[in-house]
């Protein structure tokens, strides 16, 4: 079953500058999808426009059978098992951490709060951080803070989950706590779209890799026949750089 | 100099018959403070109303709102109170004007109005700016989870942004308070008026406007005290003030 399509996408930041070309992949339910590519290729611009974050000028998407790009969508409904995890956590600040996961399951599921705090306490127990709960956000290091966000989406019951540069503004030793509950997370068989340059985690978890330079999708491949073998000079310039040799 | 102090004359009765004349300081110190409040109300409604528009992204409601505050903020307070108060009765409809103008607190309810928009100019500013401040990551993250616009205002963006800017919010509502003196040009009894008519019964007047200054210092370190309860009750542990 397809849980993400996206066909011929353009967009424009501007009349000259055309950020996505003509992208197009699907993502199959249960599928990890990693994108990478190098910075400005429009990464987080695509994956933005999974949840109608970002417009779009042309093209479809759809998900979980349901239409991004239909004007009738209603995105808050959409958006809400749509989950996100931000490169900046945003986490809300002034909201203990146990607030900021019953924040949407209240308002926006209509959970009651005792149900929703429940169900908080048990998914901050998964991620191992049972003994935050009443803390603030800015009272916990980087990588608690993106544990939290990945159970602030985790709660909310999600069809998939959308990561960009999940990792990328932590400090390297809190790298793998995180990756770490991706990992568990792809094993319980959840659909992921994961911007990064994680390559050790692209290999490992993903099924696929998308490679975007200036705009566009350049490979869309199983994983391991992008590392094995790039097709694209700009594929296998872009590895070279970033793969330890 | 030649000036005969009397302290004793606040306990002299006034010629209001309503007590001696410290008494009637005092009555002076309520309207300014009933006056300031109100106005208060009327300046953080609206002014949150205006600043929010600006930040929504609509250009039509950016411009709307800038248009508001540069009316607003631009034309000085003692002409606006004087538009309300004797301009504006004239070009509403005969009845409703001469109704207005019979009105027993007319000045009291001119004096809020017009102070409260010009304030709310200078409050819209701020809310603006307080919004503004918050990184837009965290509009995208209450979008993500689901909440409408409305939502994502309610209970992200102005929960932190309002955290921000109560510094400046303290100074702007004292500055009600300084303002609602100007009311006294179109009559409202409030603490510089009854300071300056004791000073025309009395001749006492460095008794009378040393009293009234006292009493507007003292009025602001009372709201001082309380915006700095309310600064630390609203921290947030972890959080660096400012955002
Ligand atoms: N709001 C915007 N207005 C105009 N240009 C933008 C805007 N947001 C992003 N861009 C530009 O669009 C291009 C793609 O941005 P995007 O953030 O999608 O890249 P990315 O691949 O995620 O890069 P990075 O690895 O640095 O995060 C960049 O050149 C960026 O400067
Ligand atoms: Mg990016």
Known sequence: ?245 | MNYNWNWGVFWAPSPDGAGTYFDMLLAGLQWTIVTAICSWLIALCLGTVVGIARTTGSRWMLLAGNAYIELFRNIPLLVQLFLWYFVVPELLPVQLGNWVKQLTYGAFYTAVIGIGLYMSARVATQVTAGISALASGQRMAGLAMGLTKAQVYRYVLLPQGFRVILPPLTSEFLNTIKNTSVALTIGLAELTARARAMQEFTFQVFEAFITAAALYVALNIVVTLLMRYIERRMTVPGLVAGG
């Open chain 1, 1 to 245: 079953m397809e849980m993400i399509s996206l066909r011929n996408i353009d967009k424009w930041y501007n009349p000259s500058f055309q950020v996505l070309k003509n992208c197009s992949t699907t993502i199959e339910k249960g599928e990890v999808v990693v994108v990478c590519g190098p910075s400005g290729s429009g990464k987080s611009t695509l994956i933005k426009t999974v949840n109608a974050l970002e417009s779009i000028q042309a093209g479809d998407i759809v998900v979980n059978g349901i239409s991004v790009t239909d004007s009738g969508t209603n995105l808050p409904k959409l958006r809400a098992r749509v989950g996100m995890v931000f490169q900046h956590f945003e986490l809300f600040p002034h909201l203990k951490v146990i607030d900021n996961l019953c924040l949407g399951q209240v308002k926006v599921l209509g959970r009651s709060r005792s149900e929703a705090s429940e169900k908080a306490r048990k998914m901050l127990e998964r991620v191992g951080l049972s003994a935050h709960a009443e803390k603030f956000p800015g009272q916990l290091s980087g990588g608690q803070q993106q544990r939290v966000a990945i159970a602030r989406a985790l709660v909310m019951d999600p069809v998939c989950m959308l990561f960009d540069e999940p990792t990328s503004a932590l400090d390297p030793e809190m790298v793998s706590e995180v990756l770490d509950v991706m990992t568990e997370l792809a094993g319980e068989g959840m659909t992921m779209m994961v911007v990064t340059h994680e390559m050790g985690f692209a290999r490992k978890v993903a099924n696929r890799v998308i490679f975007m330079d200036g705009g566009e999708i350049v490979e869309d491949r199983p994983a391991e026949d992008f590392f094995q073998s790039p097709e694209s000079p700009r594929a296998v310039q872009f590895l070279s750089k970033i793969l330890p040799h």
